[in-house]
Structure formats: structure tokens, C-alpha cells
């Protein structure tokens, strides 16, 4: 990758191009510490009920989205060409569809805890963040044009939670929710990374969290955590609505930049895993779901030991995260996360000039 131009006495070498493009250890850290708390969350989800289980869930869905999102935004480009919109098409969409497609068959098995997914439009489960990345990519360039492109994005949030049809179709109200984290993301992803460390910070960042962590049993409805409803379906008013979704905007904004500060900022040897973490999120349903017609979460539930069992699952997490984000397991899962079997068939390439 070096270029070398052949002087009199000596060639001078020019920096190679690569070295900008080296993955950030930092990003790839937080993706897979964020990756095993969704995994986490959705083995919790199965024994909600008991009031510490209850709790550990809300204070993981306070902020672990929300930080997904400002990362998805740290790495996105604002300008919109022909090469952006096919990576969605065939990066974003069409594993979705493939997905949607495989969630609905696994659905048929014995013992599927629901109904998998009703339409395509209406993403199944874990499924939402696909078309909602794919929406958020396709506003950026639009918003960032604008004057005060944070505050257009808050009112938009907050706007979707006043409309009763907003919901889970299409992901709208999850894509309206979030989209000011991926906003701030873009826009201060970089700054974020290099001002969040230091042991003074990441000891206000576990004050931060511990304190999260108890006052997350206030959150009585965890759709509140979702975005995925409108304020009448939560069946309160639009001023209240409007209170709460602003409150889980600051709150996630807060959750997240002190889960951020704690991230080890060097290459660690889980880090590469980091980078794979897309296939372990559209993955790890099928496990969780089979593990549940299994009657594993049933056994657990049984036990009435909540702390034990939470003992048990963040560690199965893990494992299953570094199971489906493996080098072997990426091989496996190509032609559905990066489907170029399917892109080289649909796409026609730019006739060479």
C-alpha cells in the first residue's frame, strides 16, 4: 500500500490510505459490550415478573439503545450518492427482509413463544433497528443542513408520540425515538470519544449508572423505554407524553455517555468481535426464542432465586455473543447479514467510462 517515488538518493515513501481506514478499538468495545446487554435483556424477557429481574431489565433498556444509536451515528456520512444507497438497499433492507422471511418459517415450530412476524412491514422483534438505521441514514443528510439540526430532530421525536397510527409499522415511532441519539451521534461521536475518559469521569460515570439503576422501578410501562407506541397508546395525554419522552431522551443521552466513558479506549483480543456484532444481534433471537419453547427460561423461572439466575444468564450471554460474532459463525451467516450472492444478481454496476 505504499507508494514510493525514486529520488537521486533515497525513496520517499507517502502514508498509506489504510491506516485511515483501521477500525476504532474503542467503537468495537462498546459494540460488543452493548450487543451482550441486548442479548442479556432478551433473556430477561421471558422471566419479567419478579421485581429484581423487572428492575435489571428497565435500567438496561435506559440506555444500551439508545448508546447503539449514537454509535450508528458516529460512523455514518451525511452525503447522499449511489453508493450509500446501496449499502441500505443490500446491507440494511434486504437482511432485514431475509430475516423477516427466516423469523416467519421459525415461527411454524413447536413450542414458538409467539406468533413471529404479522407482515412485512411490521418488523418482528429485535428486527426494528434495520429499517430504522436505514430511515436515519436517509434523514442525516437533510437534517444536518439544517440551523439547529438537534432541536428539529427532539421535536420530531417528540411530534410521532402525538400521532395515535404511529406505532410499529414501518418502525416510525422507534426511528422518530431515536433518532436524536444517532443525530448527536454524528455530530459529536468523535468529540465524545476523545472528552469521555479519565478516572474522575468514569467515576461519575458509575455514580451515574448505579444510580440509573435504582431509580429504574420507576419506570412502571416499559413501552415508555421502547419508543415504539404513541403517547394515546400508553393512555396518557400529549403535554404528559411529551414530558415523559423528552425526560427518556435526557436520560438515555446521560446513560449513554457514562456507559461510553467506561469502554476501554485500546485494542483488546475480544475487540475484533466487535465488529461483528450485526450478525450476533440478528442471531441471537432464534437461540432465545428456541431456548424458551424449550422450557429453559420455565426451569429458570422455577427456580425463584432472581439473583442467581441473572448469575447465570449475563455469562450465557457472553458466550452466545462470542459464539455468533466468531469468525466461523460470520462465514455462516454471510449470505444473510452481507447477502452479495443476492446484490450481484439484482445490481447492475456503472458501465466502466
Known amino acids: 500500500m505504499l507508494l514510493a517515488r525514486k529520488g537521486p538518493t533515497r525513496a ?69 450518492d449511489v453508493r450509500l444507497l446501496r449499502r441500505i438497499a443490500f446491507q440494511l433492507l434486504l437482511p432485514y427482509l431475509l430475516f423477516q422471511g427466516l423469523y416467519a418459517l421459525a415461527a411454524r415450530a413447536p413450542g414458538w413463544p409467539d406468533a413471529g412476524p404479522t407482515g412485512v412491514t411490521t418488523p418482528y422483534w429485535l428486527l426494528w433497528y434495520l429499517p430504522s438505521l436505514a430511515c436515519w441514514r436517509l434523514l442525516l443528510p437533510l437534517c444536518v443542513r439544517l440551523r439547529r439540526p438537534l432541536l428539529f430532530a427532539v421535536a420530531f421525536a417528540v411530534a410521532t408520540g402525538w400521532a395515535d397510527d404511529i406505532g410499529y409499522g414501518l418502525s416510525l415511532s422507534r426511528t422518530a425515538a431515536f433518532f436524536p441519539l444517532f443525530l448527536l451521534g454524528h455530530l459529536h461521536g468523535d468529540d465524545w470519544r476523545e472528552r469521555l475518559h479519565g478516572l474522575p469521569l468514569q467515576v461519575l460515570a458509575v ?101 442467581l439466575v441473572m448469575l447465570i444468564l449475563l455469562p450465557a450471554a457472553w458466550l452466545l455473543v462470542r459464539l455468533l460474532a466468531s469468525v466461523p459463525a460470520a462465514r455462516l451467516l454471510a449470505p444473510l447479514t452481507s447477502p452479495q450472492w443476492l446484490e450481484q444478481r439484482i445490481w447492475r454496476p456503472s458501465p466502466s467510462v
Not at 12 to 22: E, F, G, N, Y
Not at 225 to 232: M, P, Q, T, V, W
Request: glycine fraction near 10%; aromatic fraction near 10%.
Open 207 to 307: 455514580a451515574v449508572l448505579a444510580l440509573m439503576a435504582l431509580v429504574a422501578g420507576i419506570v412502571s410501562d416499559p413501552r415508555w423505554l421502547y419508543g415504539s407506541n404513541g403517547y394515546a397508546a400508553l393512555g396518557i395525554g400529549d403535554a404528559e407524553g411529551t414530558l415523559w419522552r423528552l425526560l427518556r431522551l435526557g436520560v438515555g443521552v446521560l446513560g449513554a455517555a457514562a456507559f461510553l466513558s467506561l469502554v476501554p479506549r485500546r485494542a483488546l483480543s475480544v475487540s475484533a468481535a466487535g465488529g461483528r456484532s450485526l450478525q450476533a444481534y440478528l442471531a441471537h433471537g432464534f437461540v432465545i426464542k428456541f431456548a424458551t419453547a424449550a422450557g429453559v427460561f420455565e426451569a429458570l423461572a422455577s427456580s425463584g432465586a432472581p439473583v
Open 12 to 80: 520517499i515513501s507517502l502514508p498509506a490510505p489504510a491506516a485511515r481506514c483501521a477500525r476504532d478499538p474503542w467503537r468495537d468495545n462498546a459494540r460488543l459490550g452493548l450487543i451482550t446487554l441486548v442479548v442479556f435483556g432478551h433473556c430477561l424477557e421471558p422471566l419479567r415478573g419478579f421485581a429484581l429481574v423487572d428492575a435489571a431489565y428497565r435500567f438496561i433498556y435506559l440506555f444500551h439503545m439508545p448508546a447503539f444509536a449514537f454509535l450508528s451515528g458516529s460512523v455514518a456520512r451525511a452525503e447522499v
